[in-house]
């Protein structure tokens, strides 16, 4: 059972636009919310992230949101370049029994931005 | 700033050889995760290490085993390769705070033939 999904697996927005990326998740466990950026071959490039005690961080073209009542959260990318075009992961924490805390990943979604 | 360095970054083998891959976490870095992604699919996790100390596990098989050492680079070693071993293989490391994000290594491509 995937406790975190990227129910969309492309999005294509023209540039200057804006991008909104989707994920839910399903265990209320989880307290800290990542994005990633993906390019083929190579690893996962930190973009954002939000603890579960705000509902809004804003990062120069990029926001994330969290709606913990709806266990949803977004990415809004504006405006959109060409060169924002990769897969977007979308990743989720909680505490453990562990001292390191594990990530566990959606599925992704290819966003394609046109020019 | 320094990155996560993983090496070698394209690995061909054949089925029952082993394999190793080793990752440098940033300075200053005291916990080390493992990420296999496959085919298609998302990252899923393998395991950590916090302080040279196994911290948590995931779905990493029995023939894997991993360690971190005293300068906190970490290797991921990998026996009696089957073909569905053939994916891609993170390493990611954050700090000390326990919300600390992870930044990622550029991965270990590895063929098992």
């Known amino acids: 059972d995937q406790q975190v999904k990227q129910n969309s697996p492309s999005l294509s927005v023209q540039e200057g636009r804006i991008s909104i990326l989707n994920c839910d998740y399903t265990n209320s466990m989880f307290d800290y919310f990542l994005w990633y950026k993906k390019y083929p071959a190579e690893g996962p490039t930190f973009l954002i992230s939000?603890?579960?005690?705000?509902d809004k961080n804003e990062d120069g073209r990029f926001t994330v949101f969290l709606n913990k009542s709806a266990k949803h959260l977004s990415l809004h990318i504006v405006p959109s370049q060409p060169g924002d075009s990769a897969v977007y992961f979308c990743?989720?924490?909680?505490?453990?029994?562990?001292?390191?805390?594990?990530?566990?990943f959606g599925s992704g979604t290819q966003l394609t931005v046109l020019p | 700033a320094a990155g996560v360095i993983q090496s070698p970054r394209h690995l061909i083998k054949e089925k029952r050889e082993t394999a190793t891959l080793k990752c440098y976490p940033i300075p200053r870095h005291d916990t080390v995760y493992w990420y296999q992604q496959g085919p298609g699919q998302d990252p899923q996790f393998l395991i950590s290490f916090y302080e040279k100390m196994q911290s948590d596990k995931g779905s990493i098989p029995d023939r894997f085993s991993a360690q971190q050492f005293s300068d906190y680079h970490s290797e991921l070693n990998m026996s009696s390769l089957e073909l569905g071993d053939s994916a891609l293989y993170f390493c990611?490391?954050?700090?000390?705070?326990?919300?600390?994000?992870?930044?990622f290594g550029p991965g270990t491509r590895l063929l098992v033939l």
């Open positions: 990743a989720a924490s909680g505490p453990l029994s562990g001292s390191a805390r594990q990530l566990t």
């Open positions: 939000i603890s579960s005690i705000k």
């Open positions: 990611a490391s954050s700090g000390r705070l326990p919300q600390e994000t992870q930044y």
